[in-house]
């Protein structure tokens, strides 16, 4: 995907991040480049129907005392 077609739009309040995809194959890149040690996943929730669908993707940042402890 490259240029229009990968348009993605993102809202950020506090520590939530919210992305909305216009194509269900962004699903899979969006969430595998945003979810890491700090930023999780929390669901995401379906708009409209048929050629006008939308996927609204929700993260959430870690703050320091949900994140997991690094293990030697």
């Known amino acids: 995907m490259s240029g229009a077609d990968s348009l993605i739009h ?8 919210n992305i909305i995809c216009h194509k269900e194959e962004q699903m899979q890149m969006v969430i595998r480049k945003m979810t890491n ?4 996943f929390e ?3 379906e708009w ?5 669908k939308k996927w609204i993707l929700t ?14």
Do not use: A, M, T, W
């Not at 993260?59 to 402890?69: A, S």
């Open 43 to 45: 669901g995401y929730e």
């Open 48 to 52: 409209d129907e048929k050629e006008d």
């Open 59 to 72: 993260f959430r940042i870690l703050d320091e005392y949900e994140k997991y402890p690094d293990y030697n």
């Open 37 to 40: 040690p700090d930023c999780i």
């Open 10 to 17: 993102v809202k950020s309040d506090g520590d939530k991040i």
